[in-house]
């Protein structure tokens, strides 16, 4: 098998895997906030009402903290093992919920702060083994348009439960309620989902490509040589410039993933719609999977089309999410369920569906311009340098869940915008200061 088709196998059988645990994990983020408060409406003394944010706070925070050591856990095992540990947490997570209680609850959520971090590592760091510098931009988009159709599945998974539980019980609220019942048909799915998704990260394909990014990495001799050299990259001044940029990934996945379904829940009028999350998810892969297979292509044509130009696209992307949630969504469905008017276009599932398309296309493009620029920041240090990404990603994102019972849908788009606006300019800038530098290195 020559190179390229070993390369393009592994990206497949890697997006596969992906797939199937973020399928579990994103039909869970999706209800999360809304099951903790159905939880709390029947009992309030066993979770209470914004534990869902509060835990995803937690999450982010332990996300944010072993991102310094998880790093060095490439000195000791492959990456696929590292991704098949990362599916382990995620089991213990989805199973905390089927004995649901507040200190069970966030104990798995610290759990699911460990699986973040063990997954982004791994996954960044088995993607190098098989890609070089001239095949990195498209194994990504690959990789990623696969694993992007975990939105869809879990979009399926919703759909699935929900029709069960309505056939069951029939619909008890005006609002958007899960049962106890509910609640253990979704876990029991999602945990064997990421079962059998650690099963398939094991057995990956181990071989490394010639010339592989991967190769140029030096590792560290001693545990505290690894955390010395984390902290080093942490605060490397090239790092340091891109932190905007990191930053408002982790408050953008954070908004797209877990606020705009809660607000779509906590809006009557389209509460009375209980397959909504699973619509949101369907048209969000669709938007996602165009992303990456145009990413793929152009890749192909302009050169470093991951660089400048994707990120412009992803500006615009952005900036029309943010105008359509601000005229779409009522002020506080943010936070608490209600029947307020939309400050400019009335709730239904159509404009619902145009969002949920282009925050897919969004957070392709999100992560084709992370990996890409992580990877060629500090050549000897890739993975010091995803880890870094993922701590401020955490950072970013543990503190907007904190204020998030605070937060109106008005003072997303206002923060947001701003973070946005500020890491384009550092990306670009970034980006002409990694063509300059290869400039002169090919010139010599």
């Known amino acids: 098998m020559s190179p390229s088709s070993y390369a393009i196998l ?14 579990g994990y994103d039909a869970n983020v999706f209800i999360s906030e809304s099951v903790i408060h159905s939880v709390n409406g029947r009992e309030p003394n066993r979770v209470g009402a914004h534990d869902g944010y509060y835990g995803l706070a937690v999450s982010n925070i332990f996300y944010m903290m072993s991102t310094i050591a998880v790093p060095s856990l490439m000195n000791y095992f492959r990456c696929k093992w590292i991704l098949a540990l990362s599916s382990a947490f995620f089991t213990f997570y989805f199973v905390s919920f089927l004995y649901l209680n507040r200190y069970l609850y966030f104990l798995g959520c610290a759990v699911l702060g460990l699986a973040f971090s063990c997954f982004n590592v791994g996954y960044s760091g088995y993607l190098t083994e098989f890609s070089t510098r ?25 759909y699935i439960v929900t029709t069960i539980n309505l056939k069951e019980n029939g619909s008890v609220s005006k609002y958007r309620e899960y049962s106890d019942t509910e609640i253990r048909y979704f876990y029991a799915a999602f945990s ?10 094991s057995l990956l394909p181990n071989k490394e490509v010639e010339d592989n990014i991967a ?21 490397h001044k090239r790092v340091l410039i891109l932190v905007p940029f990191y930053l408002y990934i982790g408050l953008f996945f954070s908004f797209w993933i877990s606020i705009i379904p809660t607000t779509l829940q906590f809006t009557k009028v389209l509460s009375i719609n209980v397959y909504i999350p699973a619509y949101f998810g369907f048209t969000f892969t669709i938007g996602s999977v165009i992303m990456s297979l145009a990413t793929m292509k152009l890749s192909t044509l302009v050169s470093n089309f991951s660089f400048k130009p994707l990120m412009i696209i992803n500006a615009v992307l952005h900036i029309m999410i943010y105008s359509l949630t601000v005229c779409l969504i009522p002020k506080w469905s943010t936070v608490r369920p ?3 008017p939309s400050l400019l276009i009335q709730p239904s599932l159509f404009p619902v569906l145009i969002l949920a398309f282009i925050c897919g296309m969004a957070d ?31 950072l970013a994102a543990s503190v907007m869940f904190f204020a998030s019972p605070a937060l109106s849908i008005y003072s997303y788009a206002i923060i947001l915008s701003v973070f946005l606006l500020v890491s384009t300019v550092v990306y670009l800038y970034t980006c002409t200061y990694i063509q300059n530098k290869e400039r002169k290195e090919s010139e010599k």
């Open 10 to 23: 592994c990206a497949v059988l890697c997006g596969i895997a992906n797939f199937i645990v973020w399928c």
């Open 134 to 158: 001239q095949t990195i931009e498209r194994n990504q988009a690959l990789s990623w348009a696969v694993s992007s159709f975990s939105v869809m599945g879990a979009g399926t998974v919703n």
């Open 192 to 201: 064997v989902l990421a079962v059998v998704a650690m099963a398939l990260f």
């Open 215 to 235: 190769a140029s990495n030096v590792k560290s001799k001693s545990l505290k040589e690894q955390f010395r050299t984390m902290f080093s990259v942490l605060f």
């Open 338 to 340: 209600n029947d307020d």
């Open 364 to 394: 392709a493009a999100n992560n084709t311009t992370r990996t890409v620029i992580s990877s060629l920041l500090l050549p000897t240090m890739r993975q010091q340098t995803f880890g870094a990404s993922r701590f401020y990603h955490g």
